[in-house]
Each structure stands twice: as structure tokens, then as C-alpha cells.
């Protein structure tokens, strides 16, 4: 009989990870890093995904993004060593560590720990341009609302409370529940005859209820997913208002990828939020490089 168990196991079609988001690694082939004079490395460890970024002579130049593991420094040493094992560079090359994130005091070779309020900031700042002002970082597990000045330097946030309503993780139930893929979400939140109103929790547990409930009712998956997608959005709005949003709208985080979530969020407001060619889920890595590179460059004055 276990035999056959084991049979039937092995036979099983395997199940499909519909939340399961694009793990990727990126870097600029027209450079090489050995003509970098600094080289300097961001770690953003996050509840849900974690990022190496490296930057050369404070330039953005490749970046590692990955499901965040079991542990905070094994998830460190898997997002650094996915990039440089593409690139054949070894972690006596890199000149300065920042660890940012939930678990950037667990990055085992990090020089510095920098808060990801402060990474985001700067990293924003990179991407969108010094008229950022206003920053919605859309996490895994949590939604903070920042502002900051030219220079990228945080003048004020706020954070939601400690749920993963409204957020990234949120979102990755209802992509399982609803078994669609992740990526397609957003574009079919769009494809529904009319705009449903939004859930009325958001909170994980309940959505997921009151999803059933409304697919019992008559409603499409599209539905479903618009009418959590407004939910989200509102919520992140509520957030926003609170702190006061102005123009140069940035948003950072894994959320920034759903369309869904974002254009709803600027219509709520009223504002565009600021078009980047980079991946807008490294914007604390990239920060934390950034602020690596600045600390190696006041060293060498003070020699």
C-alpha cells in the first residue's frame, strides 16, 4: 500500500504556483565592473522577496531579485551570489555592503544597516529624478508613505499597521485563489463590463471569505480581481492622504508592477506617478548601494 502511495505521489501532476512572481537577473552587458574604481553593493532583505543590487562608481550597473527564503542571511547570500555568478565576480570585489529591509541587520557581510525608508527614498530618487517628492513603497507585508527633498532625503513618513492587507502578499492569495497568474492580475482587473465596487475588507482572511462569496453571486474572476484591486488601492490612498501627496508621485515596491493597483490609485488621486525604465522593486537596494557609494567616497576625502 505505501508503494503505491508512493507511486501515486511521484505521478501527481504537480501543483502550480499561480502567486509565484518573475525572479530575475539584470545587468549592464556594454559595461564591465572591473573598470568600476568603487563598486559598491545594496542588500534589501524583505518578507516577501529580497534584491542585490550593484552599483559602479555610483552607477547603477546589475541587480539580482528573488523569493526571500527561510532565513535572512541565506537569503542575502543566494540574492548576491545569483548576480555574481553571472557576472564572475567574487564578494572580496565589492568595496562596501549596506543591508537594508526587515532583515538588514542579518546580512552576515554588510558593513552598514540602513532603514528601507531612507534606501527607498534615495533609490527613488535615482530612478525617478530629484522632483520626486512623494513615495509609496508597496511591500510584501507592509505600505509606508514618504516624503522626501531633492537630494532624496526622507522629510517625513507614515506606515500602515502590521498586516499584509494591502499588499504584496495580499495580493499573492488572491492570485492562488483565484488560479490566475500573478502577472495577469492586473491587465484583467481592466477586462470587466462594468467597475465593480471595491471588497469591503481587504484584510487577507476576509477577501478571501467574501471573494467565494461574491464568485457564488454571480461574479467573474475579473470582477473579483477589480473590485480587490480598488480595495487595495483605496487603502494605500487613505495612507497617502494622511502624509499629504504632491506632485513628482513615485511608487516603489512589487505592487508598482500591477497595473491594477496603480492606475487606480492615480485616478483616486488625481496625479500621475513618475514613469522608470528601471525595476521599480529594487528602489532599496539601489538605495542602500547608493548610500554605500556616498560612505566609501567621504572616506577617501578623509584619508
Known sequence: MNAEVAAAAATAPEKKEFWRWQENTVWDENKDWRDAKIITCGIDVGSVSSQAVLVCDGELYGYNSMR?????????????????????????????????????????????????????????????????????????????????????????????????????RGMEVISDLMQIPIADLGPRSFD??????????????????????LLKAGYTKNMVIAAYCQ??????????????????????????????????????????AVDTKVDSQ??????????GYTLMQKQAKAA
Do not use: W
Open 231 to 272: 480595495a487595495m488601492a483605496e487603502r494605500v490612498v487613505s495612507l497617502l492622504e494622511r502624509i499629504g501627496v504632491e506632485e513628482g508621485f513615485f511608487i516603489t515596491g512589487g505592487i508598482a508592477k500591477n497595473p491594477g493597483v496603480v492606475k487606480r490609485i492615480e485616478r483616486i488621486l488625481g496625479i500621475k
Open 68 to 168: 526571500t527564503g527561510n532565513n535572512s542571511p541565506d537569503s542575502a547570500r543566494n540574492a548576491l551570489q545569483g548576480i555574481m555568478d553571472k557576472i564572475g565576480m567574487k564578494l572580496e570585489d565589492i568595496n562596501y555592503v549596506v543591508g537594508t529591509g526587515y532583515g538588514r541587520v542579518n546580512v552576515p557581510f554588510a558593513h552598514k544597516a540602513i532603514t528601507e525608508i531612507a534606501c527607498h527614498a534615495r533609490g527613488a530618487n535615482y530612478m525617478g529624478g530629484n522632483a520626486v517628492r512623494t513615495i509609496l513603497d508597496m511591500g510584501g507585508q507592509d505600505c509606508k508613505a514618504i516624503h522626501c527633498d531633492e537630494k532624496g532625503k526622507v522629510t517625513n513618513f507614515l506606515m500602515n499597521d502590521k498586516c499584509a492587507a494591502g499588499t504584496g
Open 282 to 291: 529594487i528602489a532599496g537596494a539601489l538605495g542602500a548601494a547608493l548610500f
Open 192 to 213: 470587466v463590463e462594468v467597475e465593480p465596487e471595491a471588497v469591503s475588507s481587504i484584510c487577507v482572511v476576509f477577501a478571501k471569505s467574501e471573494a467565494l462569496g
